[in-house]
């Protein structure tokens, strides 16, 4: 049987298009994560994992100074924190807050801002939890 020379210009060209598609589904992201360029980060959804709505895709640190003060708050009801500790807590906060505020005074937060940023909230997270948990009471409430 013979074919012409339409007939396999048709077979290849179906045959390119069909690889064509199957190689361009096979790139599509899974999930929002999987986009580099539309990475998600702790900032979403206004913390972690919580719905606050607002700030998707922005660098948002206010949101987590504002958690990070509900957890010193608690702290200070359940009696988990002392005045020396909160003080600590609280003078760590401000250092941040004069960061946020120095980094956003020219309309503009680059990278290495928002990376030393997060570092200190980072570092204000892991005393929270520490001060938190380390039972230094000495016998005083609030």
Not at 18 to 37: E, F, I, L, N
Not at 117 to 128: F, Y
Request: proline share 2%; glycine share 10%.
């Amino acid at each position: 049987m013979k074919t012409s020379f339409v007939q396999k210009s048709l077979f290849f060209s179906l045959l390119l298009l069909v690889t064509a598609s199957a190689c361009t589904r096979a790139q599509q992201p899974y999930g929002r994560y999987d986009d580099r360029y539309g990475q998600s980060d702790r900032y979403d959804r206004g913390g972690y994992g919580g719905g606050y709505g607002g700030g998707y895709g922005r660098f948002n640190p206010e949101m987590r100074q504002r958690e990070q003060n509900m957890r010193i708050e608690q702290g200070i009801r359940s009696g988990l924190l002392t005045r020396r500790e909160v003080r600590h807590l609280r003078s760590l906060q401000a250092d941040t807050d004069r960061a946020i505020y120095a980094a956003r005074a020219n309309g503009y937060t680059s990278p290495r801002e928002r990376a030393i940023i997060s570092d200190l909230q980072d570092r204000i997270d892991r005393a929270i939890t520490w001060e938190k948990r380390d039972y230094d009471r000495n016998g005083r409430r609030w």
